[in-house]
Structure formats: C-alpha cells, structure tokens
C-alpha cells in the first residue's frame, strides 16, 4: 500500500519552487493558491532569500502550496482516493497539506487555515525570545529528563533517535552547553517555540477561525500527529489540528500507524527529504521516495504504482 507523506517547516530552502514551475499543472495551482492566500506564493518560493522564507508567516504557506501543487501533479489531477493513495499524514504544518490532499477542505481553504496559522503562531513567537534544537542520539528517557530540567519541552518527537526541544532561547542555549550523555544538540533556524505552551495565544486564534470552516471526512486513512491514530471525522482532525499548536508532534507514533496499517512504500512531497530520513532510520522496512524535483514526477508515478 502507497502513502503520502508531507513536510513540515524547516524543510524549504531559497529558490526550490524554480524547476516545478515548469510543470503548467504545478504553476496554474500556485497561482490559484496565491490568490486564496493573498501571498505572491511564486516570489518567494523562486527569488526570496532564506531569511525571507524562514519567517513563520511566509514558510508554512509555501511549504502547503508547494505539497498541494506537487500533489496535484503526482496524482495527475485526480482525489487521493481515486489515484490509489491508501493513507497520507502530515508533520507539524504538513499536516494542512494532507488534510487538504485526504479532501478534509479545499484548496483554498487549506491556505486560509494556514495563513491563519502561521500568522498567529508569527505573533505569538514574538512575545518571547524563544528557539527550538534537535537532539540526535542518547536515551530517550535520559534526554526527556534532561529537557525537564531546563524547562523545555520535547516539541517534536521524531523518532529514529530525534527529539526536538523548544523553549526559552537562554534555556536553548543551556541544553547547548549541557549535552545529554550521548547525544548531540544542534540548533534549528526557527522563529520561536512551536508546539509548546508559549503557542497557547496562536490556539485561540486558529480556534476561533476554524469553528466555521467547511470541512469533510477524508477520503482515504488520514492519521494525526497528536497521537499517531486514525481520524475518521474532518471536523475532529481541525480540531487536532488547531489544538497541536500547542502540543508535541509524535511522528515516532505515525511511523507506527504506518507499519501497523501494511504500508509498504512511501512518498514525500516537496520540500522533502526530512521524513524519508526518519522514516529510513525510524521505519526501515517501508520504502521510500522523496519526491524532490520536477524530474522525479515520472518515478514518483512508477513508484506509486509499484505499492498501489
């Protein structure tokens, strides 16, 4: 069985829309993109620089346009369901895309509700001088303990010996100075502390913009990161989604809905790379595709049809 998989923030860099422009299919669904979202999607996903493209408010909405688009291609135009997808999931903001690829709501509505959430998650980074950092290796009850110390919290849980800590910039640097036996830390260039309690102001404005959004129940397995567990009701995966702001990421958990499910191959969309890392550490007997570059469509579409 074939899933999709979709990035979350931190995976794009300066100028990676270029070559997907070339494809009429992917440039026609940026545009219509950017007049939903108001933002000129084209701009910067070909000329920003990367300080640019790493402000919150900027990055989450051309990291879901870029997975819709691509997705659009890879599925020549066809619903997840009808195109032989049997489940996708999302990290962190990827999750926006897979709602909108699992037919949760539109397009267009998939880049209200991340206009919305990058700018309040934008505002709310801005509050305090916080930072997020990887740590890679060592025990994971060591480092979860490690992080209480400090009072940071483990924002993702990635699995495959990865947990990202987020929190007070100085306590960042702490957890710097301070190594986990085993481990090494590396800082992340994010705005702030996503997906931990200095984010609570970003739920209250996701919240009340998400109350009266059109939504549907998806069409093929949707899982969530809150919990790595299938959702069956759209309205409930917004919820979850607007909720997680706030709370961890557990890809480690999706990777194990994953395997339990028979997923067998594995696509990532633009900008990728990320996931199939873990996944290949995390989750070694799904195979994977990241679907880079324009030129990959072809053995995107090969691949897919290998694990239908």
């Not at 934008?122 to 916080?130: D, H, I, P, Q, R």
């Not at 910039?169 to 036996?181: E, G, M, V, Y």
């Not at 550490?281 to 570059?293: D, H, M, W």
């Amino acid at each position: 069985m074939i899933a999709i998989v979709c990035p979350g923030q931190g995976a794009q860099t300066p100028g990676f829309f270029a070559p997907w422009l070339e494809i009429e299919e992917f440039r026609s669904k940026i545009e219509q993109l950017s007049d939903a979202s108001g933002l000129d999607l084209i701009k910067h996903g070909t000329v920003s620089d990367a300080d640019t493209i790493r402000d919150t408010s900027i990055a989450q909405p051309l990291i879901v346009s870029a997975g819709i688009a691509s997705a659009n291609v890879l599925l020549n135009g066809l619903s997840a369901k009808a195109a032989g997808i049997a489940g996708i999931s999302g990290h962190s903001v990827g999750e926006v895309t897979a709602a909108a690829v699992a037919g949760v709501f539109s397009d267009e509505n998939a880049m209200k509700f991340v206009m919305t959430r990058g700018n309040a998650m934008a505002a709310a980074a801005s509050l305090e001088s916080t930072s997020m950092a990887a740590v890679l290796g060592g025990v994971e009850e060591e480092v979860l303990a490690a992080l209480e110390k400090l009072n940071l919290e483990p924002a993702n849980r990635n699995g495959a010996g990865q947990i990202v800590a987020a929190g007070a910039a100085s306590d960042i640097a702490l957890l710097q100075a301070n190594t986990p036996a085993g481990s090494r830390v590396i800082a992340l260039q994010v705005a702030g502390a996503f997906h931990t309690r200095y984010m609570h102001p970003a739920v209250a404005t996701l919240d009340l913009f998400a109350k009266d959004l059109d939504s549907q129940d998806p069409e093929v397995k949707l899982w969530t990161n809150s919990t790595g567990q299938l959702q069956s009701s759209g309205r409930s995966f917004i919820e979850q989604m607007v909720n997680q702001v706030s709370n961890p990421v557990r890809w480690d958990l999706c990777m194990e809905t994953m395997k339990k499910l028979g997923i067998t191959g594995v696509i990532e969309l633009p900008p990728a790379g990320t996931l199939v890392g873990l996944l290949k550490r995390g989750a070694p007997e799904i195979e994977t595709f990241a679907l880079k570059s324009a030129d990959d469509v072809s053995a995107a579409k090969e691949f897919a049809g290998r694990h239908a």
